[in-house]
């Protein structure tokens, strides 16, 4: 909420999105939703469960990774076909690294962002 009830600011609110642009391709490798299917497949260890629990065909999904690590360089998720109990996915290490920098990066911003937006909305609101 930007604003005390009622006022005109009252139903505004600030969003943003950080992503990781390759300067050689120009386009975004990873973008916000990159960063949540790596953390849900950390979370549920598997690529399938994460496309699902996030609302995303299987296909999008492992495109989405497979673009990501063929533009990066390097794998992000190692993957495990299984037999009757089905397979799993892991992140790499620098998956892991990247997605642990991702989170502690969001953090910082959520925090500038707070304290920046509420200093702009007290001005707006008078």
Request: aromatic share 12%; charged share 30%; net charge neutral.
């Amino acid at each position: 909420m930007a604003g005390p009830k009622g006022s005109k600011y009252y139903d505004v609110f600030l969003d943003y999105e950080i992503f990781l642009k390759n300067r050689n391709v120009g386009f975004e490798v990873l973008k916000h939703e990159h960063f949540l299917l790596l953390m849900c497949v950390e979370e549920v260890g598997s690529l399938s469960a994460a496309s699902e629990k996030l609302g995303m065909s299987y296909r999008k999904a492992w495109d989405l990774v497979k673009q990501s690590e063929e533009t990066l360089g390097f794998p992000l998720i190692e993957k495990h076909r299984g037999g009757r109990e089905g397979g799993s996915s892991q992140l790499t290490t620098e998956g892991k690294t990247l997605i642990d920098a991702y989170r502690a990066l969001r953090q910082e911003f959520d925090n500038a962002a707070k304290r920046i937006v509420k200093d702009f909305f007290q001005t707006i609101n008078g």
